[in-house]
């Protein structure tokens, strides 16, 4: 019988039905317009362009333009690539304008999407960003969509790790520029540390598409983005410290795998005392409570964590001596992106790798602060319903499911859920074995790189060949992908899910044109083409006739969206397909949130051995508690969110003051307020208000007034003289101070004057700010403890940082005063040596910028070949696309060099 609920969505349709209902008149408007852009010559589209850039600098709202707008640029896509954009893609397109998540499935070319709420946006020249989840793809998409933006007369741009200043601020110049989300938050921190407007290299944040926009502004919004310098070297602690760890028992520590914690016992604590003073690294006397012994606990309990809860292969592997993160949700490499507070470096101690020093934080923020910098934002993903409560309350961002083009053919079993992991994989062997027999592929996902091989292995042992695709398969990726649609392939991948590449039914047909014409350079490249598209045309309903790619997951994730997204690399386009997930009682889901319920449950029933529980209570079950897991995650997040967002506003206030002080052709105005400031507090210091002259520290004004303002006055003399109050002493001090600054001016020369003020006050903010960051850092760290004294840590935080931010401006007002006050001109030998010092310290400053870029894997343009290309063999070649350079490394375009067709 159907509910109330049930009954209103079949007679009304869904809120989500609605919304996409109502756009259709849009979308018949756009259609309507198609003869009329057919009709177009490729310049007439590009005056199209112009026209509508025109209306929109007059004040035509984008909204007015749309139709005409959309249809311009399917029509350029239409051309440029070939492709005639569906409905259900302009549809896309119109809620991502409209600053919305489109939530489409994988295959419906979201890609292309993408270009129609760009290109509308571009129209008022203030730039739009479209943001990928790596490097690679930011490259492909800019190459593959630039073509459609060029055939409409628009500029592209791409940003990548490690890129040449002049390069990137052409890119940023662009129309449409494509980054990825590290990359453009890390840009606009470095553009924060830079000594003048010019050097910036973002113009602004109108308008950014986030692709795969629930990677992006929610797993990887756990951890804030942070640009980071040396500090000194504690490698011996570390080594020390880690050779206690194996001597801990069960007994001495607690873990909560929950949370991801590790917290030493009282016993453990007593323990660890005693062999911590037999090391010498305890000092005698010392206790672990004493405030002193803080830096041991921290690095002890980092150790703990480092051995008990972070796991080789899984977390992180060990590559040519390097601790390399593995990232959680794409299961694809990190390298350059390090752990804080010292625990990478726990990690390095305990696989005995290099210890690299600890970082010092130069500049951070959360990707959710640094995309609410954006007037407008819209995303688009496979996969966003889960988390719409998130995207509304913290981005502002509505969720919109776009239809299929095609109806969905896949086939989703039910859970399968045994009692053992051996009884598992027995089962998904034996599923693998059968599909492998009559030819269908099978893509089966792991949620560990470990987990991965010891599958492979198994697969071995039953004589079934296989591909693994793991953060240690990395460089053979595109390979492997093009290949898992063939008939029979069986493909074993670690969190498969955020890849972004599609699988083809009977395998990618250009990736086998490649290396067909590569094998056989003298053949004719039609005749090779013509061949090899016949034979993949056979192949593909060959695979389709085989029930088309099995997706076979070995493990539920944390997140309903991961397992959705694999489930979805099934069934694109409305090809056939099906999707199963076999679970055990000892999978880490399972064993963490409560199988012992179940565990009885199935005793009870009298399972046998290799049975398995399949019905869609469990479903319901198991989805019960992966909303509760996230649930707590988006709690992490919000809580990181509040607390960052206290910092955000103090972000503002002195990045802005920067900004100012960059673009003002003079600041001896700010400078001169800021000694009169200095000036006032001193007068309250040393003459306090309403007080005798014979309570008056004259001395002690004396020595401030030489040491900070540089001047030398009889101050002592004026506690003896009638009528001289606190505004006469300020005033007299601010006469004496501008009258030495103005002697310093003539003697340096006004140009060079302000010059020196500019830079001493950039340089002083900098220092400040990082020094407010670490004191910060530690106060954040600490403040969780007030708890349990009944008071909000939340509210003790931002009272507690907004003293502190008002002491570090007072310090700022000091510093820069005593700077310019003891400022000297330099013989022409000191000026040579300064210069010297300045270019090597701008030369270190800039490497540290360039370098400070965290989970980038795109490699800088170089002369040298890609690792493990061998010219005789294409298949060391990856995938490059046709404008791709080469990776021979000659420097040529992939088309004109191995991949030319003639």
């Known amino acids: 019988m159907l509910g109330l609920g049930s009954i209103a969505k079949k007679v009304f349709g869904s809120p989500n039905d609605r919304k996409v209902k109502a756009v259709r008149p849009i979308i018949d408007q756009i259609n309507a317009l198609e003869p009329e852009f057919e009709a177009l010559s490729d310049e007439g589209l590009i005056s199209k362009t112009e ?3 025109k209306r929109a600098m ?21 051309r440029a690539l070939g492709l005639r954009a569906f409905d259900v893609q302009l549809i896309g397109g119109l809620f991502i304008h409209q600053g919305n998540i489109a939530e489409m499935k994988t295959g419906e070319g979201k890609t292309l999407v993408a270009t129609f709420a760009a290109y509308l946006n571009a129209l008022k020249g203030e730039g739009v960003h479209v943001v990928t989840v790596n490097d690679y793809l930011a490259k492909r998409d800019s190459e593959w ?9 628009m500029t592209t741009g791409v940003v990548y790790p490690r890129q040449p200043e002049p390069e990137k601020r052409a890119a940023y110049a662009c129309d449409i520029t494509y980054a990825t989300n590290n990359e453009l938050g890390f840009d606009y921190l470095r553009d924060n540390m830079r000594g003048s407007i010019a050097e910036m290299a973002q113009r602004g944040h109108n308008f950014a598409i986030v692709d795969e926009v629930d990677s992006i502004l929610i797993d990887e919004a756990r951890t804030p983005l942070i640009i980071s310098g040396p500090t000194q070297d504690r490698s011996e602690l570390y080594v020390s410290i880690d050779k206690v760890i194996p001597h801990v028992k069960e007994e001495h520590f607690t873990l909560d795998e929950k949370t991801r914690q590790a917290t030493f016992t009282d016993e453990g604590n007593d323990f660890l005392e005693e062999v911590l003073h037999e090391q010498g690294i305890l000092p005698e006397g010392q206790s672990l409570y004493d405030p002193e012994s803080t830096t041991i606990v921290h690095h002890i309990t980092n150790a703990l964590r480092a051995h008990k809860v972070f796991h ?12 390399v993160l593995v990232d959680e949700f794409t299961g694809r490499m990190m390298p350059g992106r390090r752990m804080s507070e010292g625990l990478h470096q726990a990690i390095e101690a305990k696989e005995g790798c290099k210890i690299q020093p600890e970082n010092v934080t130069l500049a951070s923020v959360t990707f959710q602060n640094y995309f609410r910098l954006y007037s407008k934002l819209g995303g688009m993903t496979g996969t966003a319903a889960t988390e719409a409560e998130e995207f509304a309350s913290i981005y502002g961002l509505g969720v919109v499911e776009i239809p299929t083009n095609r109806p969905i053919a896949r086939e989703d079993e039910d859970d399968a859920v045994f009692r053992t992991s051996r009884e598992k994989y027995d089962a998904i062997v034996e599923a693998i074995e059968e599909a492998h027999k009559k030819g269908q592929p099978v893509l089966v996902g792991t949620t560990s790189i470990e987990k991965s091989e010891m599958l492979g292995q198994l697969l071995t042992k039953a004589g079934l060949p296989h591909n693994i695709l793991n953060a240690r398969q990395h460089e053979q990726e595109a390979q492997i992908i093009a ?11 670690t969190n498969m899910a955020g890849r972004g590449t599609d699988i083809k039914l009977g395998g990618n047909v250009e990736f086998k044109i490649m290396e067909a014409i590569a094998a056989d350079p003298d053949g004719d490249p039609e005749d090779i083409r013509a061949r090899i598209e016949a034979e993949h045309k056979t192949d593909e309903q060959a695979v389709k006739d085989a029930g088309g790619l099995y997706v076979l997951a070995t493990e539920r994730h944390e997140s309903r969206r991961i397992d959705n997204q694999l489930r979805g690399r099934s069934g694109r386009q409305g090809d056939p397909g099906k999707s199963s997930f076999f679970l055990s009682l000892e999978d880490d889901l399972m064993r963490i949130f409560g199988s012992e319920r179940l565990d009885k449950m199935l005793s009870t029933l009298g399972m046998k051995e290799g049975e398995a529980i399949v019905h869609p209570w469990v479903n319901k079950s198991l989805e019960r508690a992966q909303a509760k897991v996230e649930g707590r995650n988006f709690d992490i997040r919000k809580q990181l969110l509040k607390f960052d967002d206290v910092m955000n506003d103090q972000r503002k206030v002195v990045f802005g003051q920067r900004r100012d002080i960059m673009g003002a052709e003079d600041i001896a105005e700010v400078a001169k307020d800021m000694r009169d400031q200095v000036i006032e507090d001193m007068i309250d210091t040393y003459m306090p208000p309403k007080t005798y002259a014979d309570q008056w520290d004259v001395a002690g004004l004396k020595e401030a007034a030489q040491k900070v303002l540089g001047v030398d006055m009889d101050i002592e003399k004026w506690a003896d003289e009638d009528g001289l109050d606190q505004e006469e002493a300020t005033e ?6 501008d009258e030495y600054m103005a002697s310093k001016a003539v003697q340096f020369g006004p140009e060079q004057m302000r010059n020196i003020e500019k830079q001493v006050l950039l340089q002083t903010i900098d220092q400040k700010w990082q020094e407010h960051l670490l004191t910060l850092e530690h106060l954040r760290s600490v403040v969780g403890f007030r708890g349990y004294a009944q008071r909000d840590p939340l509210n003790e935080y931002k009272t507690e940082s907004f003293q502190l931010f008002e002491g570090m401006l007072d310090g700022l007002r000091a ?23 300045l270019k090597q310290q701008q030369e270190a400053a800039q490497k540290q910028l360039a370098g400070a870029n965290v989970g980038s894997d795109a490699p800088a343009p170089s002369a040298d070949a890609a690792p493990g290309f061998v010219e005789e063999d294409p298949t060391t070649w990856g995938n490059p696309g046709r404008n791709d350079m080469c990776p021979c490394g000659s420097g040529k375009k992939f088309k004109h060099c191995h991949g030319r067709l003639s």
């Open 51 to 53: 026209e509508f850039r």
């Open 58 to 78: 007059d004040g035509e709202s984008l909204d007015d333009l749309l139709p005409e707008a959309f249809a311009n640029c399917r029509e350029g896509a239409k």
């Open 145 to 153: 969509m630039g073509n459609v933006f060029s055939a409409l007369g």
């Open 312 to 323: 080789k292969d899984k977390e992180y592997i060990v590559r040519d001596g390097e601790v």
């Open 483 to 493: 290949n898992a649609g063939k008939l029979g392939a069986v493909t074993i991948a």
């Open 732 to 737: 007299r001090l601010e006469r004496a101070a």
């Open 815 to 837: 510093d820069v005063t005593e700077k310019l006050a003891r400022i000297q001109p330099l013989t022409p030998e000191q000026q040579e040596q300064l210069l010297a010092q």
